[in-house]
């Protein structure tokens, strides 16, 4: 619930929003959420690089770069029209964007982590 209401909030002020309660937030959630599908853990482990034992293994074999992927036709036309849908829009039909400080707390070692929404 935490994680839903400050990150409607962030949101919300850098939409230029008016900021939700606690409960108004709350009051939203059902609607939210799928009612004939509830959220059930996977039960799959996920190995964090911080769980990794000792340092990776130094390979003799030189390195090489990975070249880039060559890039389909059909992608560079979507991103062209993308581009140009983009480009049509007129921007003073939209409101401006405010853009967002905010920190946050890292649960396992309550470290603060700065962020910045909307720059």
């Known amino acids: 619930m935490d994680y839903i209401y400050h990150g409607a909030n962030i949101l919300a002020s850098v939409f230029g929003l008016k900021e939700q309660t606690r409960e108004q937030v709350q009051a939203m959630l059902p609607a939210l959420v799928a009612q004939d599908k509830p959220w059930e853990p996977s039960n799959v482990k996920i190995t964090l690089d911080e769980e990794k034992s000792g340092p990776a293994p130094v390979s003799a074999a030189p390195v090489e ?43 396992e070692n309550d470290r603060l982590e700065g962020g910045k929404a909307a720059e």
């Open 65 to 107: 770069e990975k070249k880039p992927e060559a890039v389909a036709e059909e992608d560079h036309a979507a991103v062209a029209r993308l581009t140009a849908e983009l480009r049509a829009l007129d921007l003073a039909k939209f409101k401006p964007l405010v853009s967002a400080d905010f920190e946050k707390v890292r649960s």
